[in-house]
């Protein structure tokens, strides 16, 4: 059955990361414009081309890092045959070896959450991202579901201050007070890895939040966007990883990139050796941050 899982998501991550030895993940963003020259060319489907180019950018990052994480509004937009595609995809990164992240930013509540959960297992997906604005009944749906959510505690978009850095009254800011949240909820859901199937969304350009955020979500997987193209570098991701952290897994961070490695030049190359090119490079990258 699709999203039928022998273990919890946690040790699931944890096993891809050690399998490959850099906690990183490539964000499968599609854009028809930025797409290469010779797919826009060939297909004249706007989702022929999409789902030709995540076919190969998922043979080219296979068994180079341990997750992918597939955006879902880039195929939403194209309706049933966008959503269709997105199946197809998330499943075939499946059987790669990938564990698959579907990127939609849930936020509702009880039987609503408990729908959403369904169509992420359907879809194929390992974990997906939520908001978890709504409090436990936005989220627990989802675990129940045995799925492993990324909940947004502090993203990487500027804008994102004008929410998260608002100071409360009890001298927290609302960023902090998700944060608690977050740890509040995962303190039961562990894996046999030690870390939590409950993981935060936490930008690599909030970096100077880093230490704070790590205290209270001690066993949270942080999923960081923001590194490549947004300006996040490597050291800012050292500053996320846990302290006590022995192995590429236990240092509780999963680093995505996008539009540095999916749309990589490759000068005479083929636009698919680019890609791996550049996968391998931002592996590399994480790896060597933590030796």
């Not at 749906?141 to 947004?152: E, K, N, Q, R, S």
Request: charged share 20%.
């Amino acid at each position: 059955m699709p999203g039928s899982f022998p273990i919890p998501f946690s040790d699931l991550l944890a096993h891809a990361i050690d399998r490959v030895g850099s906690p990183v993940c490539v964000g499968l963003d599609p854009v028809l414009e930025m797409l290469p020259a010779e797919l826009r060319a060939r297909h004249h489907e706007p989702i022929a081309a999409i789902d030709e180019f995540s076919r190969e950018v998922l043979k080219a990052i296979a068994g180079v890092v341990p997750a992918v994480k597939f955006q879902s509004a880039c195929f939403e937009r194209y309706g049933s045959r966008g959503v269709a595609v997105l199946e197809d995809r998330c499943a075939e990164a499946a059987r790669l070896g990938l564990v698959v992240i579907l990127d939609a930013k849930r936020g509702d509540i009880g039987i609503s959450a408990a729908h959403y959960a369904a169509a992420a297992k359907r879809l194929h997906a390992h974990a997906i991202t939520v908001s978890g604005y709504l409090g436990p009944s936005g989220v627990e749906p989802f675990l129940d579901a045995g799925l492993g959510v990324f909940v947004l505690v502090r993203t990487s978009n500027p804008d994102s201050d004008t929410v998260q850095s608002h100071p409360l009254a009890d001298g927290r800011t609302v960023a902090t007070m998700m944060a608690d949240h977050v740890a509040t909820l995962g303190a039961t859901r562990l894996g046999e890895c030690g870390l939590s199937n409950v993981g935060a969304v936490v930008g690599a350009t909030k970096s100077a939040e880093a230490a704070a955020l790590r205290r209270r979500m001690p066993r949270q997987v942080f999923l960081i966007p923001g590194y490549g193209a947004q300006g996040g570098t490597a050291d800012d991701i050292r500053a996320m990883a846990r302290s006590e952290s022995t192995t590429p897994a236990s240092s509780g961070i999963l680093v995505t990139a996008s539009r540095s490695v999916i749309y990589a030049e490759s000068g005479a190359s083929p636009w698919t050796e680019a890609v791996r090119g550049a996968t391998a490079a931002m592996a590399s990258s994480i790896r060597m941050a933590f030796q």
